[in-house]
């Protein structure tokens, strides 16, 4: 018995409690009360008062203790206590005397929500988030200056963008709303507006120009790590969205892998001709960027003025697969990949009833038109720097388009379908070598060939042409078929001086080759029979020009006036073939003369 009771007895609990105040008896709240042996600093217990300055400790230890009483802006207090097992309960009222001290210095570092630049405007992006931006368009659409419209154009002030950059590089050219309507914005730091931009890096300070671009800064946290975001939705009548966003921003290699999948008419890509064509005009080394070869016949419908996601019934699936890769300090390699397949649908139900006199009918039409369309498109752009003044560019693109369009309009429930398929098929080449021989003259040497065909196959299953055609009893449907081959070859020499004074001499000696090519058969059939193909309505044609030219350009700067002379010689080669040859080969010589005037920063 006495052997077990050993522990309880050497093991009782001793109460420290009492009242901490300060000089005028008030309670001091929240005070810090710590227990310690006399010799050592390891805390044997703690606690800390009431908001009545009241407090209790309860030890099981016995000897010479220390209790520090601290409280802020009071001078620490340490009393000395021994605890022996004959004590059960220990009282101790303190008084705290006030203390004095000093605060370190505290330096506030204040970030400026907008920087101004000579030729760049920045703007830290956390001053302008609202909480409810998703992609990189929701942002921009609060930055001061920018404008974006319901297609996803994004102008500064009245002016499109050049292109959008990310950490200086450029994925999409002026199909930048690829990136813009599907980046997540969370990783973008900061937003730079690059006033006088120059496409190309050797151009900067020489040429006059006044386009913009956009730079978007990532984080660091958002640098050199893979990263990105996936949406999912589903809802009534199968509605779908489906977005997923991979990517990696690193100083060697950027990838960015995007796919959109939905049906509630939302238009992931904006115009992808912009991608596919991007037209710059009046920009050095940008012969060809106006040749395309364009489709005979189109089926459309006239959408009402609504927002477009509304109007637009799609179906869409679209992969983007893109990188850049610094292969060393002077070799840089831009790979695109771009796949969309999309389905639109239009419905259009109307019914008109007129009175005219004594005579009433009424007209109804029920039209649905139906769009199916497989684009394929790749990019392969290299850029070699020879040395800090020398630069090699090669671009090189295909595209892929089919796209089958097909109508049924009942009027008055007589029945009419058309059907037109249609091909697109490019090649691009461009080659540009740039040399800055002095500080402020450059020399670009470009080379360009584009050929792309755009075939139909267009048929309708009723005979409108009575008036056209005689003896064409038992005709009940037509087709057509056409094949448009456009073939393009450029060559151009620019040379660009920048004189100390401001002035800006320009010359350009170039040859611009184009032919096209159009083969297309009239066919009346009857049922499935072909009965007759007019010739009268066939086409064997082709058309020919070649453009030898010498331009000069003269820009005479005084203060915020400018006057731009220019003088333009053209020996053009001319030839269509049709059943005979016709040649023309006229000269034109073309001056002009103009001004600019830039009253202030805001006014030209």
Do not use: C
């Not at 199968?238 to 990838?255: Q, R, S």
């Not at 969309?340 to 005219?356: A, G, L």
């Amino acid at each position: 018995m006495f052997l077990l009771l050993m522990p309880i007895v050497g093991h009782t609990q001793v109460i420290l409690k009492g009242i901490v105040k300060n000089k005028n008896s008030l309670p001091i709240s929240y005070a810090n009360i710590l227990l310690r042996k006399d010799t050592a600093q390891v805390i044997l217990s703690y606690t800390y008062t009431t908001i009545t300055g009241e407090f209790e400790l309860k030890t099981n230890k016995t000897g010479k203790f220390n209790i520090i009483f601290s409280a802020l802006g009071f001078k620490s207090k340490t009393v000395a206590i021994e605890i022996t097992n004959k004590k059960q309960e220990v009282n101790l009222n303190v008084i705290l005397t006030p203390k004095t001290f000093e605060l370190n210095e505290v330096i506030v570092h204040a970030s400026k929500p907008i920087t101004v630049k000579k030729d760049a405007i920045v703007f830290n992006v956390k001053s302008f988030l609202k909480g409810n931006e998703q992609v990189i368009e929701d942002l921009l659409k609060n930055i001061p200056g920018l404008n974006v419209d319901g297609d996803g154009v994004i102008k500064v002030g009245n002016q499109e963008v050049e292109k959008v950059m990310v950490d200086g590089d450029d994925l999409f050219e002026r199909g930048y709303k690829i990136l813009t309507k599907n980046m997540p914005v969370n990783p973008i730091e900061k937003v730079e507006i690059l006033k006088r931009y120059s496409n190309n890096k050797l151009l900067k300070g020489i040429e006059q120009s006044d386009k913009v671009a956009l730079n978007l800064i990532l984080k660091e946290e958002a640098k050199r790590v893979w990263f990105g975001n996936m949406e999912q939705g589903y809802g009534n009548n199968n509605f779908y969205d489906f977005k997923v966003n991979l990517m990696n921003f690193g100083k060697i290699n950027k990838y960015y892998f995007l796919t959109n999948f939905n049906n509630i008419g939302y238009n992931a890509t904006g115009d992808v001709n912009h991608l596919i064509r991007p037209f710059r005009f009046n920009e050095p080394a940008s012969i060809g960027d106006s040749e395309s070869a364009n489709a005979l016949l189109n089926l459309g419908a006239f959408v009402p003025n609504f927002k477009a996601s509304r109007t637009n019934f799609n179906n869409a699936e679209l992969v983007s697969l893109n990188a850049i890769f610094t292969l060393s300090k002077k070799i840089k390699v831009k790979i695109l990949g771009f796949f969309n397949w999309d389905e639109n649908d239009f419905f259009r139900n109307s019914s008109q009833t007129y009175n005219i006199n004594e005579t009433t009918f009424t007209n109804t039409e029920d039209y649905i038109l139906r769009k199916k369309k497989n684009l394929g498109f790749g990019e392969l752009d290299v850029t070699y720097d020879i040395s800090k003044t020398k630069m090699f560019e090669i671009t090189s693109k295909y595209n892929n388009q089919n796209e089958n369009s097909s109508s049924t309009l009942i009027f008055n429930e007589e029945q009419t379908n058309e059907n037109l398929k249609s091909e697109n098929v490019l090649l691009d080449q461009k080659i540009t070598f740039t040399n800055k021989f002095k500080p402020t003259k450059v020399l670009l040497l470009t080379g360009r060939y584009i050929n792309e065909k755009t075939p139909q196959n267009y048929t309708i299953n009723q005979f409108f042409y009575q008036d056209l055609f005689i003896n064409t009893n038992g005709i009940n449907n037509v087709s057509q078929t056409s094949k448009n081959n456009m073939q393009f070859a450029g060559f151009e020499a620019h040379l660009m001086d920048r004189k100390n004074n401001g002035n800006l001499l320009e010359l350009k000696f170039g040859n611009q080759f184009r032919k096209d090519k159009l083969l297309s058969t009239l066919l009346l059939q009857e049922n499935n029979i072909v009965s007759e193909t007019p010739t009268e309505y066939n086409n064997s044609t082709i058309y020919s020009t070649n453009n030898l030219y010498l331009k000069s350009k003269y820009r005479l700067k005084f203060n915020s006036i400018a006057f731009v002379s220019k003088l333009d010689f053209h020996q053009l080669f001319n030839q269509l073939k049709l059943n005979n040859t016709t040649k023309q080969q006229p000269f034109f010589i073309n001056p002009s003369i103009g001004f600019d005037w830039e009253i202030n920063k805001k006014i030209k």
